[in-house]
């Protein structure tokens, strides 16, 4: 990636500037990602026997 993509798809995430001094990379990159991935529907979703099983 590079930097002026970063920079797009922080300002796509509503990362401010001043708020890219506490933060990594990596967590800009994860919320932007998550951002995306907000109206995405799966066909079954876990629930927690699904967790006490794994």
Do not use: C, H, K, W
């Amino acid at each position: 990636m590079t930097m002026p993509l970063f920079l797009l798809r922080a300002v796509q995430a509503g990362i401010s500037i001043s708020d890219m001094d506490i933060l990594t990379i990596g967590e800009v990159i994860d919320m932007y990602t998550e951002r995306s991935n907000d109206n995405e529907t799966y066909a079954y979703v876990a629930g927690q026997d699904d967790f006490d099983r794994f």
